[in-house]
């Protein structure tokens, strides 16, 4: 199987060491050691203090984790759950469903991962794009209900979506489920970011609790733990999960057993994780929309719904990777552009998940204001 270069990661792999600030982070502000461990009650400080290092016994996760994790869901068991790194989850599950020749549609932007796995087994994708609107994102439905078929084998998703933080509506995810149950098809989300809407009536169920044919992989990059590299993939099939298991013994065999307990840790208190990372969050939300307010001229800002991301165009003439090139030569700044996305429309990602947001939009201001002093010399 050969695959495209994953743009996003190398970008990071090629600038993370000389770069001092970020921008574009999506995963949330990260906990310490010592933050994890005191959260921790008896039962898991005695399984840390006496870990052994050897495998760990049960190859589909840490039983305690998955149950802590299937109380984030409303139907969901243990047993309903793999663990895997997020990134294998998509992988495997991938490789387990489809087949060259299927067709895949793709809601997009998202994480490249999710298309670029089907175009290297051979799929048809077709890419279900997001629109940019004066008022927010907007999905069409009726591009899916004009484009799915009975050869439609899987329905990619991302809600809440990265990088745009769009969320559909009831009516919209209801529709959207609909079309695909008379298909057949198989729905697929990357729901790391569900439990993060700004406003908590947009809240929508996994698609693991309400869709028959659906898979779901979320992690704890919203809980601060992305480090941990511990992930899961949800799914009432199980034949699927068996199939993924016996897929993962090709790419980690099994899981880390220290992050598993610190996992474990973080998901009985996964309440107080999200409430202090979706703090975070909002209170530079409010701080980015005052910046986006005040540059109105130089860019399009468009409100996002939920998740730790937004996704703002910069405005012609100006070019949205020279200046990725010059933050990043001039200020050590690091910023996501469309490209990352295989996109063409002078977008880029903004993180609003860690607590140095505010000192690091300073340092983008900068930049902004030197754009801003040439454009004011156009106009004379």
Request: charged share 25%; proline share 5%; hydrophobic share 40%.
């Amino acid at each position: 199987m050969k695959i495209k270069t994953f743009k996003l990661e190398r970008l990071f792999a090629r600038y993370k060491g000389q770069t001092k600030y970020f921008l574009s982070n999506s995963s949330c502000e990260g906990c310490s050691m010592r933050e994890i461990l005191a959260m921790a009650d008896d039962e898991c400080r005695g399984w840390w203090e006496n870990l052994v290092l050897g495998y760990p016994k049960d190859q589909s996760g840490f039983k305690p984790l998955r149950e802590a994790i299937s109380r984030r869901y409303v139907s969901i068991r243990p047993s309903d759950i793999l663990e895997a790194v997020p990134e294998e989850a998509i992988f495997v599950f991938m490789n387990n469903l489809l087949d060259e020749g299927d067709e895949v549609i793709v809601m997009t932007p998202c994480l490249p991962s999710l298309y670029e796995i089907p175009r290297a087994l051979g799929c048809k994708v077709i890419k279900w794009p997001l629109e940019s609107t004066t008022w927010g994102w907007h999905l069409d439905v009726n591009f899916l209900a004009e484009n799915i078929s009975h050869k439609t084998k899987l329905l990619v998703m991302n809600i809440p979506n990265n990088p745009t933080g769009y969320i559909p509506v009831h009516t919209e995810l209801d529709r959207i489920l609909n079309i695909a149950d008379r298909m057949g098809t198989w729905v697929f989300n990357e729901e790391t970011y569900r439990g993060m809407e700004h406003d908590p009536g947009a809240a929508l169920p996994s698609l693991a609790d309400i869709y028959p044919r659906a898979a779901v992989v979320g992690g704890l990059s919203k809980y601060g733990l992305p480090g941990t590299r511990i992930g899961w993939l949800v799914s009432k099939n199980h034949q699927l999960l068996d199939e993924c298991a016996a897929y993962k013994d090709y790419t980690t065999l099994c899981n880390n057993t220290p992050g598993e307990i610190l996992a474990t840790i973080a998901m009985r208190n996964a309440d107080d994780l999200l409430q202090r990372n979706h703090k975070i969050v909002l209170d530079n939300l409010v701080i980015a929309e005052a910046f986006f307010k005040k540059h109105k001229n130089l860019f399009h800002w468009i409100q996002p719904n939920g998740g730790a991301t937004a996704f703002p165009r910069l405005l012609p003439p100006f070019d949205i990777t020279e200046l990725c090139e010059r933050a990043i030569e001039e200020k050590g700044l690091m910023i996501i552009g469309e490209r990352s996305y295989s996109l063409t429309t002078n977008h880029f990602r903004i993180g609003l998940g860690r607590r140095d947001f505010a000192e690091v939009l300073g340092v983008f201001n900068e930049l902004i204001e030197d754009i801003q002093s040439k454009l004011n010399e156009i106009k004379k």
